[in-house]
């Protein structure tokens, strides 16, 4: 029943989303690992509408903010405010109390607003003038960046590049895909005829479900050699962080559970290897010249040898 429910979440996807079947796969897997994904595209490319469809996939809540260099804290989070008629100060509860929330653009806010989405994502809570409130437990943020636009915007420090599982692009398709795209959507749009395929309870067993997924010891080594490959790369400055390993091993996991296995294969790590490493790892100055992260990233990978898949079975 479970691999027949994540089956039938990506069905629903990719009857949306043409083309894009490894990062959907990808970004239900950031969901079951209970990461969050950062979308770097240019605009149009459908980061909003994938967005909205994995949240009525999932019967879930979902909220929008357009990041600004203008919004506050509080427009993220909610505060506490007057309210004349009762003469009480009320709760208004901000879009981050949402299941799956899209925060568009986010470098454009400055830090302090940035910051203000960091606890969320990582303690899934907000403190509002000093109460602390629980976030949904299936809280998901997918929050997107324009690549190439630099003015007026706050590049995200490391400290929070750190808290998002993957970065994915979606990039342009075929020609094919781009034929099928226009039939899909020339009478009507698909995304209106989603209808949920899990609940958010069923979402939180998977969840659950996924830190079962056996880990052998062999696969064990080959995350903490990867890692070590990180830190040790000529052209890396800083590599991944012992925070960035153990999100690996839960991102492995969830991939092995979407495949309907109850272990996880060397294979499995290195689908996910790219769109975990490459937002993670700062180059020195003198490789920023020469080489890019993604280029690296598959220097490492081809650097260190996988392990059989006996051994990964174990």
């Given at each position: 029943m479970p691999q027949s429910k994540v089956q039938s979440l990506l069905d629903t996807i990719n009857r949306v989303i043409?083309?894009?079947?490894?990062?959907?796969?990808?970004?239900?897997?950031?969901?079951?690992a209970r990461g969050h994904v950062l979308l770097e595209d240019l605009p149009g490319m459908g980061k909003t509408v994938l967005a909205k469809t994995l949240a009525q996939s999932v019967g879930g809540t979902f909220s929008r903010i357009q990041f600004?260099?203008?919004?506050?804290?509080?427009?993220?989070?909610?505060?506490?405010?007057?309210?004349?008629?009762?003469?009480?100060?009320?709760?208004r509860r901000g879009p981050a109390f949402a299941d799956v929330l899209l925060a568009d653009e986010i470098n454009r806010a400055t830090p302090r607003t940035q910051s203000g989405l960091l606890e969320a994502m990582e303690e899934r809570q907000v403190t509002i003038e000093g109460i602390t409130l629980e976030l949904?437990?299936?809280?998901?943020t997918i929050a997107t960046q324009n690549p190439i636009e630099s003015e007026g915007?706050?590049?995200?420090p490391e400290a929070q590049l750190d808290r998002f599982l993957f970065r994915l692009s979606l990039g342009y398709g075929s020609r094919e895909?781009?034929?099928?795209?226009?039939?899909?959507?020339?009478?009507?749009?698909?995304?209106?005829?989603?209808?949920?395929?899990?609940?958010?309870?069923?979402?939180?067993?998977?969840?659950q479900a996924v830190r079962e997924v056996h880990v052998s010891e062999a696969v064990e080594n080959y995350i903490i050699d990867l890692t070590e490959a990180s830190r040790a790369h000529k052209a890396v400055q800083v590599g991944i962080s012992p925070r960035a390993m153990l999100s690996m091993v839960r991102a492995a996991q969830a991939m092995a559970y979407i495949a309907g296995r109850s272990f996880v294969l060397p294979d499995d790590v290195k689908e996910i290897v790219p769109a975990l490493f490459a937002h993670r790892?700062?180059?020195?100055?003198?490789?920023?010249?020469?080489?890019?992260?993604?280029?690296v990233v598959d220097e490492i990978l081809r650097s260190v040898p996988a392990p059989v898949e006996e051994g990964a079975r174990g």
């Open positions: 043409v083309g894009k079947e490894q990062q959907v796969r990808l970004l239900v897997a950031g969901l079951l600004t260099s203008d919004l506050l804290p509080s427009d993220v989070v909610g505060l506490h405010y007057f309210n004349p008629k009762t003469s009480e100060f009320e709760l949904p437990q299936t809280f998901f915007t706050y590049p995200l895909d781009a034929r099928e795209m226009m039939r899909r959507f020339r009478t009507d749009t698909p995304l209106e005829k989603v209808e949920p395929v899990i609940n958010t309870g069923e979402l939180v067993q998977m969840q790892i700062v180059l020195t100055m003198e490789a920023e010249l020469h080489v890019l992260e993604h280029e």
